[in-house]
């Protein structure tokens, strides 16, 4: 069974930093893509960032220059977090919507990190 487990979340004052990590665990061939999303109280979840199996990444504007993205050789992705503030508090998830197995290609979600900014 593949699992994704994030961690890293907590406390952060306004102008702190946070670095949440996500662990692929499980029979995995290949990981594509890796997501970071976000649900704040009361909204829809949005996606913060994203990162291809050859690097390229993309962000949401609301995190542009301050989030920044990367992923390891051993199928872990990082949110590295500056300069947060009350607005980036939410509920963080790693996604990985493309994970090769034996049984096929798969979507799989972690159970979220919570992160909360204080000001």
């Known amino acids: 069974q593949v699992q994704l487990v994030e961690s890293g979340g907590g406390l952060a004052q306004a102008g702190g930093s946070l670095r949440l990590s996500c662990v692929a665990s499980g029979s995995i061939f290949r990981i594509n893509g890796m997501n970071w999303y976000r649900q704040a109280p009361g909204k829809e979840r949005e996606l913060v960032a994203a990162i291809t199996s050859g690097g390229s990444t993309n962000y949401a504007d609301s995190v542009k220059g301050r989030f920044t993205i990367s992923r390891d050789a051993k199928n872990t992705v990082y949110l590295q977090m500056n300069s947060l503030n009350p607005e980036d508090t939410a509920v963080y998830y790693c996604?990985?919507?493309?994970?090769?197995?034996?049984?096929?290609?798969?979507?799989?979600w972690g159970k979220g990190t919570l992160v909360t900014v204080s000001s």
């Open positions: 996604n990985a919507p493309s994970i090769v197995t034996m049984r096929g290609v798969i979507n799989v």
